[in-house]
């Protein structure tokens, strides 16, 4: 299977590590450690080294409670790295949800549009949806992802009942629609958007009934890096999982991540790509054998 982007067709017979890129001073995990567009850069740089195969770039935080950036200040933050990560020779996705920035990413060489909202969200001042942006287009990638209302009301009254169905109707949906404007099926990735609305026990459904979600015939993204539930699962205290210390995240990001590929993930993304990388070593050398 190939997941065809504007640059590169991606392999996706072997599991890929996608490289998160945070151009943001809040983001929920590492707010702040690449704010700069200099900070930025290196840190694409290294993440390559690690062994990333695409990079995914993000100038909005999407932690639960986050407020709307204005589309200036994400474009002044993105910009500068994907003109920057377009000549290292991967493939280069860039996280929003606003088309005026999906325009400009694409206009300067991106890949992929990586969005939590689907192509769902609307901006009044602006001619053009993201679903047109991308249809117009003609050859991006495009990753759909499931959430439910929105950041700033996602985790104050999250879903109910079985997720499985209710996720796997709604990636359906948003598919076929733009399916119908033209983009063809193998540009088009799925991700069940794991934390995005859900409480944990739906979060590990979604992880233990995966497979039921590649019955869509698209490839999947599979984001559980350093996410809550993680640690809800991990620690003992309340107090304990409200932390933001990243390292002790580490070790249940990477095993999450392996089940991920082990369930039929194609992608991954993931914070600690070295250390994401080398697992999934280990489980190929033991499919192989």
Same mark, same amino acid.
């Given at each position: 299977?190939?997941?065809?982007?504007?640059?590169?067709?991606?392999?996706?017979?072997?599991?890929?590590?996608?490289?998160?890129?945070?151009?943001?001073?809040?983001?929920?995990?590492?707010?702040?450690?690449?704010?700069?567009?200099?900070?930025?850069?290196?840190?694409?740089?290294?993440?390559?080294?690690?062994?990333?195969?695409?990079?995914?770039?993000?100038?909005?935080?999407?932690?639960?409670?986050?407020?709307?950036?204005?589309?200036?200040?994400?474009?002044? %933050?993105?910009?500068?790295?994907? *003109?920057?990560?377009?000549?290292? $020779?991967?493939?280069?996705?860039?996280?929003?949800?606003?088309?005026?920035?999906?325009?400009?990413?694409?206009?300067?060489?991106?890949?992929?549009?990586?969005?939590?909202?689907?192509?769902?969200?609307?901006?009044?001042?602006?001619?053009?949806? $993201?679903?047109?942006?991308?249809? %117009?287009? $003609?050859?991006?990638?495009?990753?759909?992802?499931?959430?439910?209302?929105?950041?700033?009301?996602?985790?104050?009254?999250?879903?109910?009942?079985?997720?499985?169905?209710?996720?796997?109707?709604?990636?359906?949906?948003?598919?076929?629609?733009? *399916?119908?404007?033209?983009?063809?099926?193998?540009?088009?990735?799925?991700?069940? $958007?794991?934390?995005?609305?859900?409480?944990v026990p739906q979060n590990f459904a979604l992880?233990?009934?995966?497979?039921?979600?590649?019955?869509?015939?698209?490839?999947?993204?599979?984001?559980?890096?350093?996410?809550?539930?993680?640690?809800?699962?991990?620690?003992?205290?309340?107090?304990?999982?409200?932390?933001?210390?990243?390292?002790?995240?580490?070790?249940?990001?990477?095993?999450?991540?392996?089940?991920?590929?082990?369930?039929?993930?194609?992608?991954?993304?993931?914070?600690?790509?070295?250390?994401?990388?080398?697992?999934?070593?280990?489980?190929?050398?033991?499919?192989?054998?």
């Amino acid at each position: 299977m190939f997941w065809h982007t504007t640059r590169y067709p991606i392999d996706l017979t072997k599991p890929l590590v996608m490289g998160i890129v945070n151009v943001t001073p809040d983001s929920f995990s590492d707010g702040g450690q690449h704010a700069s567009s200099a900070a930025a850069m290196a840190h694409c740089d290294q993440l390559l080294k690690d062994g990333a195969a695409i990079l995914d770039i993000g100038g909005e935080s999407t932690r639960p409670g986050a407020l709307t950036l204005p589309v200036d200040e994400e474009l002044a %933050r993105v910009l500068p790295v994907v *003109r920057h990560a377009v000549t290292l $020779g991967v493939p280069v996705s860039v996280d929003t949800y606003k088309p005026q920035v999906m325009q400009a990413v694409l206009d300067m060489g991106a890949d992929i549009i990586n969005d939590i909202w689907a192509l769902r969200w609307r901006d009044p001042s602006f001619h053009v949806t $993201g679903q047109e942006v991308v249809a %117009r287009h $003609g050859s991006c990638g495009v990753c759909l992802m499931h959430m439910h209302r929105d950041p700033q009301t996602m985790q104050v009254a999250p879903m109910e009942g079985d997720v499985v169905p209710q996720v796997l109707s709604f990636l359906e949906r948003l598919a076929q629609d733009l *399916r119908g404007l033209g983009v063809e099926k193998p540009r088009i990735c799925i991700d069940p $958007g794991i934390g995005f609305g859900k409480t944990v026990p739906q979060n590990f459904a979604l992880l233990a009934r995966q497979r039921e979600l590649l019955a869509l015939g698209y490839p999947l993204l599979a984001g559980w890096s350093r996410k809550s539930s993680l640690a809800a699962v991990t620690q003992t205290s309340l107090a304990a999982v409200a932390t933001l210390d990243v390292h002790e995240r580490m070790v249940p990001s990477v095993a999450a991540a392996v089940l991920a590929v082990q369930n039929g993930a194609s992608i991954v993304r993931v914070h600690d790509v070295r250390e994401t990388v080398q697992a999934l070593k280990v489980l190929a050398a033991m499919q192989a054998a």
